[in-house]
């Protein structure tokens, strides 16, 4: 029997989106393999669908926070549908507005109508990120949890790479922005915390804060991100003795919107280096505390 002659295992959707079934009935198991800095993929035979308690093994979930970036929601969902397009994967595409003031939420609700993989909503608060996250991981249906920025600053080509690196064992892929498009406060910011955490967790990374991440969902469940802990993540993670892979990307100039960095968020963030060191040796399960959100 060849692959094409198999036949899908039906996954259940839950009651919000019952086409998901359909779309999720369709899919084939593909791996990925990598080759320096590209990749290709390569039919594989699988046994059936693994199920995660409303989730399936075999969809991407990519969760995209975003604050007042109405204007680069479009472009980017071009991009990512041609990346998409080459990986032969399920996919659903998050887009949690953090309380956004400009027509954010207009656009997300738009983009939906045009494509049935977007999801959205929308929280109460800003949450400086964090509780964007945390409602996206979530949300998210797929096995695999695909973190961004909604700047356009992350390249959506990148994502292959990321994905071949969990692929070939890591727990978590960072983008690592090796040339960063940023101004100087901003790359010196980042050099700092990524020096001062690697010398508190005894773990060596060099773009810990970089919005583009790849990791599985039952990882990114188990750490806190609200209350900027979403900052420690990655050396949460590593002090765990999970495998961390820092795949070199393409960091690109932000072309529309302002920046949303301050460098006195992420200095108060330190004020909760406490609670992620006890996040290291907290018990694996979800965390509570998500901000008031709705769908969209």
Known sequence: ??????TPQQVPADDREQDYADEWGQIKPFRTHRTGYSTRIVPERKP???????????VLSIIIPVFNEANNLVPLCRELSEVLTHLHRATEIL????????ETSTIIRELQTSDPRIR????????????????GVKEARGDICIMMDGDLQNDPADIPLLLAALEQGADLALG??????DNLMKRLSSWLFNACMSAVFQKRL??????????????????????????FLPFVLAKRELKIAEVPTHHRPRRNGSSKFRSGRRLLSLLKLSAALRAVHAPLQAPEGLP?????
Do not use: C
């Open 1 to 6: 029997m060849t692959l094409g002659d198999e």
């Open 48 to 58: 059936a669908k693994r199920q995660f308690r409303g989730y399936s093994a075999d």
């Open 95 to 102: 887009f949690v507005d953090d309380a956004s003031t400009d």
């Open 120 to 135: 959205g909503f929308r929280l109460e608060h800003n949450t400086d990120k964090g509780g964007a996250l945390a409602v």
């Open 176 to 181: 690592w922005r090796k040339k960063r498009a």
């Open 206 to 231: 060099r773009d810990a804060n970089t919005g583009l991440k790849v990791l599985r969902r039952e990882t990114a469940i188990s750490v806190p991100l609200t209350s900027g802990l979403f900052r």
């Open 292 to 296: 008031a959100y709705e769908t969209l």
